[in-house]
């Protein structure tokens, strides 16, 4: 199946994105929630996690504390580089079963991979073309602090382990301003879905 990946840095509206994708009925697969299903307490990743770690970065139920282990991966490049060894294989498997089952759970002819490391992690090589949701780098910070109420200072941790916003915008096919309203973004969203849905008909037809 023709599919879409829409990435974008932290703040950057992904989110917002693909929920109006979603409006038009589209399957967006989310590679957030792929990345939670991995570390799910019984699933292999999350053993190795805690004896890398220690029980720090678990929580009194079980589950992963994914504020401490941002933190933990963020302060210390290679400890970063580990997870990731770790995870992305398997956070892929899960997203190739999921674009898979698309055909026969929603109605749109093209599918959404929508991942913040769409690019990093190679799951580029997943999808057809890639979307980019874009903004000025202050006021990404601005909406991620207030979105998740992190200090500033962890927000430019994570921003500069993402890939840099020009090198991003430089590898995209299509890019959503998302420097205004949510209702100029979704008039962007609305656009590029009818232009997806010739693309996946022609697509289809090769």
């Known amino acids: 199946m023709f599919t879409v990946g829409l990435t974008g840095g932290i703040g950057s509206g992904k989110s917002a994105a693909a929920a109006r994708f979603r409006h038009h009925g589209v399957n967006v697969v989310d590679a957030d929630r792929a990345a939670r299903t991995v570390v799910e307490p019984g699933r292999p990743a999350l053993v190795a996690i805690a004896e890398h770690f220690g029980a720090e970065v678990l929580l009194a139920d079980g589950n992963l504390d994914r504020a401490a282990l941002r933190k933990r991966v963020f302060d210390d490049p290679a400890e970063r580089r580990w997870l990731e060894e770790l995870t992305h294989p398997l956070i892929r498997e899960e997203i190739v079963t999921a674009l898979a089952a698309s055909p026969q759970t929603h109605s749109a002819p093209y599918a959404i991979l929508e991942s913040p490391l769409l690019i990093e992690s190679g799951q580029s090589a997943l999808v057809q073309r890639i979307c980019v949701v874009d903004l000025p780098e202050l006021t990404q910070l601005e909406r991620a602090s207030m979105r998740d109420g992190n200090d500033p200072?962890?927000?430019?941790?994570?921003?500069?382990?993402?890939?840099?916003?020009?090198?991003r915008c430089a590898k995209a096919d299509d890019i959503l301003d998302n420097d205004a309203s949510l209702a100029e973004l979704e008039a962007q969203v609305d656009k590029l879905h009818a232009r997806y849905v010739v693309l996946a008909s022609q697509y289809q037809s090769l």
């Open 153 to 167: 200072e962890q927000i430019r941790k994570i921003m500069a382990a993402q890939m840099p916003r020009a090198e």
